[in-house]
């Protein structure tokens, strides 16, 4: 029998998320990093620090990610979409994990500020939730759309000799392009411009931020 689980069951498993998400051991679908047949090219001093720059964005990327799934999940009604986001937010873990190796390999820094990107995209993604789940879904759907842009532009800023990044990101292309299919498919609106627009300005204060920060 399913046990059914009350708000404060709800709100005490995202905690326990949110704090892995922040640090560490989070749990992944176990598939193996996109890099791993790569090879390695070594890259000049202004090279690793834009391709540094670049998977900061990432990184901070996957951290919002995780917020927004997670307080989706919290506020979302139907248990199928409630399911669905959590499965879509154990890949973008795998997404986080990458970026975070990719880092460490780049000799560079996550952001400082990744506290910051979780809560912020904690309460947004709660407030999608509330909004009802045609909307929640809208809200991926949308959101995933524009990471996929997002990523497309650093297929091509990246080091030519950084094929390593490249392989990770053209696997979380793949895999954002299926999120947001799968969240138009289950329902997700088209949302209204304003909202678009001020979805595309806020990823972009949080990229230029993250490239240094
Ligand atoms: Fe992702
Ligand atoms: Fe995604």
Known sequence: ???HLTALDQLIINADK???TLFGNTRTTGRPYPAKETPSQELNKDEQQ???GLMRINHAGEVAAQGLYQGQALTAKL???RQQMERAATEENDHLDWCDQRLQELQSHKSRLTP???SSSFTIGALAGLAG???SLGFVAETEKQVVKHLEG???SLPEKDQRSLAILKQMHADESQHAQAAV???GAALPWPVRKLMGLTAEIMTRTAYKW
């Open 79 to 81: 248990p199928e979409v």
């Open 1 to 3: 029998m399913q046990r």
């Open 18 to 20: 949110s704090l892995t």
């Open 116 to 118: 910051l990107w979780y």
């Open 50 to 52: 834009h391709a540094s």
């Open 154 to 156: 650093h297929f091509n």
């Open 133 to 135: 789940d045609k909307w």
């Open 185 to 187: 498919e289950a329902g």
